[in-house]
């Protein structure tokens, strides 16, 4: 069945350093790909997402590119700040089910 | 922005009581989803419906029961409350568009206690 593999946190970063969240995935389709974020005491938000191939989701200076030759798709930030601290959440959609696969999320904690 | 919504956001109550919590929707999604988020943050499917009249059960057991009568309304339902029922509860919804899956719109999310 599909699934989803984060990189476990708590990741801790000092503000401006450079974010990656590692996200792999199995399908037997052709998934569309997402990120979200959860700040504390809040739903889920949709960050971004890719639906095929070599595509680059972007959003808030977070990016992520469908890699389908790894099977991949890692979350990155070029300078984090404190806001961005939250959890994130890599999922998939074949579109079969229509039902997300979501990975475990990973915690992320940014400090001055 | 929020075009998903779901009260009350807090709610603590005794056990054995009965309660509902309520999600709403004005996007016209056909499909709406029920999820536990555990402590450790995990996500767990315990309802969903594609549409007036239809349900079904999720990937985790669940004691709570829903309906879905109207296409914007989404209710859960827990007939007894039991302190094991503690935890949040996100209502999502989805919707197709040119055949393109843009995801789910989360609502903010109930934090249940029961005690």
């Known amino acids: 069945g599909d699934s989803v593999t984060q990189m476990e946190g708590p990741v801790t970063l000092s503000e401006e350093a450079f974010l990656t969240i590692n996200c792999t995935y199995t399908a037997t389709g052709y998934p569309s790909l997402f990120w979200y974020v959860q700040y504390p005491g809040e739903g889920l938000q949709l960050l971004l997402k890719?639906?095929?191939?070599?595509d680059k989701g972007s959003n808030k200076g977070f990016e992520a590119t469908y890699r389908k030759e790894t099977t991949s798709f890692h979350l990155e930030k070029g300078s984090v700040q404190v806001s961005d601290s939250a959890v994130y959440f890599c999922a998939l959609d074949t579109g079969t089910a229509s039902k997300l696969t979501f990975g475990t999320g990973t915690r992320l904690q940014v400090t001055l | 922005e929020a075009d998903i919504y779901q009260t009350p956001r807090y709610l603590v109550i005794g056990t054995g009581k009965k309660i509902t919590l309520e999600c709403s929707q004005t996007m016209g999604h056909d499909k709406m989803y029920w999820y536990q988020q555990d402590p450790g943050m995990e996500l767990h499917l315990i309802h969903y419906s594609y549409g007036v009249n239809s349900t079904e059960k999720g990937d985790l057991s669940s004691e709570s029961t829903v309906s879905r009568i109207r296409t914007e309304h989404f209710p859960l339902t827990l007939e007894s409350a039991r302190p094991s029922h503690t935890s949040q509860y996100l209502c999502a919804s989805s919707g197709n568009h040119r055949g393109l899956h843009y995801g789910y719109t989360f609502g903010s999310g109930t934090r249940l206690t029961v005690v």
């Open positions: 890719a639906t095929k191939a070599d």
